[in-house]
């Protein structure tokens, strides 16, 4: 599709520019009050802006560039650098200045001219933001907007039937007759046409297969404030049967209960184009084109700051750019009230284990689990923070009191019994762990993961040896390219005696897994049983230069001394044929 291909250009054509050659940890988000300090020469301002941009400290390489751009005012390269290194930074006001100079020099500059739109919107200027709209290259992301940002621009002159009659014009792109849809919708509801309103939304809907949060959220509000909450409550419900365990409608479905329809909606024109620009945003996200989604993201929040799932969105894409310092601080900007809040929090939690603050994660995850004692989710979470971090025992105490929140198993469950059943192997009671296990199986019969971890721990028992490898056989056949399980298949020929068997397996698994110390240990235990003692050697050798743990350290370098001797491990138990 011709608008998909003009979107994800527009998005890939910035990722250069704004995070440099090489993907970096992320770092700290700059404030006004901490303001990078800046050099007096143009070099070293140049310079220490580039690092700090290879760094992804994007508000310092923009606080550098501008400080050199104010020594050589006249570089177009880095005129352009700085402009979208602001905007990609929410420094709008700033950006705003650079954008009339970048026009000025390149009047085809789209993001240049939507910034601009973007504040003769956001400052009442309707006719000049409509004037520069019309102006837009139609194969241009800003083409694709500007339809949109121009009705709300008459919707700000007060003329809605030309605004109206703009969006009825249907374009031939498939995403941009569903946007039209949408704004349709949000004006006809501003004008108090709620059956117009009502109308369009459910064609958006219909179009996304039910899919859309956002068009769940504005119609099921819609009918609350039109006394209709059985409406309400069915949309909301049938969203939830295609996404169990979804908490973002909670909030709706404790008002519909408690009969508390939401306020009077207060809607500007502001709004209005903030929506629209997070429609576009969305759109880029999904089409991995996440850094052109981050600007439109910026000046969907600096029309409407406070705008929740915009600021998911906006936290989501940092993420996914491996900015985790201004994700968490986009976060922590939620509402405490808003139907994003419980989300955002978990979020939170995630990244501050990602940035080793782990202390703080599980301090905000027990918070949680207070502040909602019926919801197993933070109790979840922090097992699986715990569990990463090799807590393992701590983590089944977490586990343990989440399944007591959990009234009813169900086919969902079947991760959290396996993730509980790891900690429980990992934290030496096996009784528990191979019972979950295998309850995990009962709801999902062909699960890779499953089959692979019960059938390897099976046979490093040396219990049921058949019926373990039959399992992992059929993991490996689910998984092929799948390193670990590979191994798993190929360690189970070795402990069943077939080393021939073995080798090819095992040589496959270290080729889709090179790094890893322990199935470069168990190809040289083949290479030694079947004769190929210098390369079991090799592979010994290899294996420790892996940084292993340490009893397995212990392990080869006996092995490098010794050899493996003449006994073998690979006698089945009596017994244990399953």
């Known amino acids: 599709m011709r608008t998909t291909a003009v979107l994800v250009s527009a998005g890939l054509g910035l990722a250069a520019l704004i995070f440099g050659p090489a993907p970096v940890q992320a770092g700290p988000a700059k404030t006004d009050k901490d303001r990078t300090e800046t050099g007096r020469t143009l070099s070293g301002n140049y310079l220490a802006g580039r690092h700090a941009q290879a760094q992804r400290d994007l508000s310092a390489a923009a606080d550098f560039l501008g400080a050199a751009l104010k020594q050589t005012p006249d570089a177009p390269g880095l005129l352009h650098r700085t402009f979208i290194l602001l905007t990609v930074e929410g420094r709008i006001k700033e950006a705003e200045v650079l954008a009339r100079r970048l026009i000025k020099a390149n009047p085809k500059m789209t993001i240049a001219h939507l910034v601009l739109a973007a504040t003769d919107i956001k400052q009442g200027r309707f006719a000049a933001a409509r004037k520069r709209l019309g102006k837009m290259p139609e194969k241009s992301i800003g083409g694709f907007a500007a339809p949109v ?70 119609l099921g509000e819609l009918y609350e404030r039109t006394a209709r909450p059985e409406k309400a409550r069915t949309l909301y419900q049938n969203y939830l049967k295609d996404k169990p365990g979804s908490q973002l409608l909670d909030v709706a479905l404790k008002r519909l209960k408690a009969g508390r329809p939401p306020g009077l909606k207060v809607f500007s024109v502001s709004a209005g184009a903030a929506e629209a620009f997070f429609s576009i945003a969305s759109s880029l996200r999904r089409q991995n084109a996440q850094e052109m989604a981050l600007a439109l993201g910026r000046l969907a929040l600096y029309l409407k700051p406070n705008f929740p799932v915009m600021q998911i969105l906006m936290g989501d894409i940092l993420e996914a750019v491996d900015r985790l310092e201004p994700a968490l601080e986009v976060y922590s900007s939620i509402s405490p ?41 933070p109790l979840i979470s922090l097992g699986d923070i715990l569990r990463g ?55 999902k019969p062909e699960q890779p993961y499953v089959l692979n971890y019960l059938g390897y721990s099976w046979i490093d028992k040396g219990m049921y040896l058949d019926r ?33 068997k ?35 050697v090799f592979q010994w050798k290899r294996s420790l230069s892996l940084d292993p743990e340490e009893d397995v350290v212990t392990k080869i370098k006996r092995k490098l001394k010794v050899g493996l001797g003449d006994d073998t491990e690979t006698a089945k138990k009596p017994g244990n044929d399953g």
Not at 503 to 525: F, T
């Open 389 to 443: 971090r090799e807590r393992f025992e701590e983590a089944v105490v977490a586990y343990d009191q989440a399944f007591k929140r959990i009234q009813t198993l169900e086919e969902r469950h079947w991760s959290l019994l396996y993730t509980r059943a790891i900690a429980l192997e990992r934290s030496k009671q096996w009784p528990r762990a191979e019972a979950d296990f295998l309850s995990a199986l009962k709801f």
């Open 149 to 218: 940002l121009r009705a709300w621009s008459l919707m700000g002159m007060k003329k809605s039937k030309a605004a109206l009659k703009l969006l009825a014009a249907e374009p031939k792109e498939k995403a941009a007759k569903v946007l039209h849809l949408m704004h349709r919708a949000l004006i006809n509801e501003m004008l108090g046409r709620n059956d117009l309103a009502e109308k369009h939304y459910l064609a958006v809907n219909k179009d996304q297969n039910g899919g859309s949060l956002r068009v769940v959220q504005l």
């Open 468 to 500: 373990a490898q039959k399992m992992i056989a059929k993991a490996a056949s689910l998984r092929p390219n799948d390193g670990f399980i590979i191994d798993s298949l190929g360690w189970g020929y070795y402990r069943l005696g077939d080393f021939e």
């Open 502 to 536: 073995a080798v090819p397996e095992l040589e496959r698994a270290v080729e889709l897994r090179p790094q890893d110390p322990i199935i470069n240990d168990h190809l040289g235990d083949a290479y030694w049983r079947v004769g190929r003692r210098r390369e079991a």
């Open 337 to 377: 009230t808003s139907a994003f809040s419980w989300p955002a929090r978990l979020r939170i939690t995630s990244l501050l284990n990602r940035l080793n603050r782990t202390d703080e994660a599980v301090g905000h995850l027990n918070r949680m689990a207070k502040d909602q004692t019926d919801d197993p989710g």
